[in-house]
């Protein structure tokens, strides 16, 4: 099994990444995207957006214009979806080389889950891709509103691996701070900076390799201890759970399989890091909906406790069923 998954894991690594790009309308989505495709970043980025028109680009920065690939002078590419996202990530695959990411903007009003599901689904896309990350662009002055009264708002939040919470200058401190309270009240695993006209570090949204939760947990490594382990704003609620030490994987992996598959449309993400016994690296998983992807990854560090953590982001979930499921699994 270990050595099937370092196969997996290297696998994984030669593969394209792909950060997805997601926000309520007017949340600055365009003003990032005009950012990472004019800015002299020394990356090749293939873009995919809805409607090339709608992103306002400067013609004078296109060099060069076919049917649906537009060359930037800054080695970028921008491709319309007129058509099939699948269809479209065939053809950059075909292109492979000449870009070094392929980043993918929904539109406002759009579910992240069916195209980050893409990834996971087709099989030539995931064989030449991987999902990098679920990059979602919040408006800080009207986020409250838009988590009331837009469910698409509410689940670009919840799926998110990184969040720019943007036009932070038009709202108070304190205003902030609630808001961002609100926002960990869906998704306690997301990163959160705070922009203006989305001013951020191109490195802080883009080849996050989200996989890697160990980021996350330095970031923030009380996200999962006691107190913090169920999260409830609204329909959607978090639940996670740890065990001290390593899981048994012939226990751990039919568990994991019929939680997701059976609960599925109510799991909008799922991830965790997992100890398995005498397995010297990390197994890291995240899921979207029933469908799942995971391998082995970073060694556990000689100084670090050996702890499995899993966390699901989703509606109608039974925290002690899943506690007590992730607990039967116990090495």
């Given at each position: 099994m270990s050595e099937a998954m370092s196969e997996a894991?290297?696998?994984?690594?030669?593969?394209?990444?792909?950060?997805?790009?997601?926000g309520y309308l007017g949340a600055g989505k365009t003003t990032l995207?005009?950012?990472?495709?004019?800015?002299?970043?020394?990356?090749?980025?293939?873009v995919i957006v809805n409607e090339f028109g709608e992103i306002g680009i400067d013609n004078d920065l296109v060099v060069g214009a076919d049917e649906e690939v537009f060359e930037m002078n800054n080695g970028c590419v921008c491709c319309t979806v007129r058509g099939d996202l699948i269809r479209i990530m065939d053809?950059?695959?075909?292109?492979?080389?000449?870009?070094?990411?392929?980043?993918?903007e929904t539109t406002g009003l759009a579910d992240p889950a069916p195209v980050a599901q893409t990834f996971f689904v087709d099989q030539d896309v995931g064989e030449a891709a991987r999902l990098d990350a679920v990059v979602t662009v919040a408006d800080a002055k009207w986020l409250s509103d838009r988590l009331t009264d837009a469910p698409e708002a509410r689940n670009q939040i919840a799926f998110a691996d990184v969040i720019l919470l943007n036009k932070a200058d038009l709202v108070s401190a304190e205003d902030l701070d609630r808001v961002e309270a609100q926002i960990r009240g869906i998704n306690p695993l997301a990163t959160i900076h705070r922009t203006r006209n989305c001013a951020v570090p191109l490195d802080a949204v883009l080849?996050?390799?989200?996989?890697d939760l160990g980021r996350i947990l330095d970031i923030e490594p009380e996200f999962l201890e006691e107190g913090h382990h169920h999260h409830h704003d609204a329909d959607i609620q978090s639940v996670?759970?740890?065990?001290?030490?390593?899981?048994?994987?012939?226990?751990?992996?039919?568990?994991?399989?019929?939680?997701?598959?059976?609960?599925?449309?109510?799991?909008?993400?799922c991830k965790g890091i997992v100890a398995f016994p005498d397995e010297p690296k990390r197994f890291v998983f995240q899921g979207v909906h029933?469908?799942?992807d995971g391998d082995l990854q970073a060694d556990w560090?000689?100084?670090?406790?050996?702890?499995?953590?899993?966390?699901?982001i989703g509606r109608n979930l039974d925290p002690e069923a899943i506690r007590s499921g992730f607990e039967s699994c116990r090495a």
């Open positions: 894991a290297s696998a994984a690594a030669s593969k394209i990444p792909v950060t997805v790009l997601t995207l005009n950012r990472i495709l004019t800015e002299n970043h020394g990356k090749r980025y293939a053809g950059l695959v075909k292109r492979r080389g000449k870009f070094d990411a392929i980043i993918v080849e996050r390799n989200a996989f996670s759970a740890r065990i001290e030490g390593a899981v048994d994987p012939e226990r751990f992996m039919p568990w994991i399989s019929n939680l997701t598959q059976v609960q599925g449309p109510d799991i909008l993400r029933m469908i799942l560090r000689a100084d670090e406790p050996r702890v499995s953590r899993v966390v699901f």
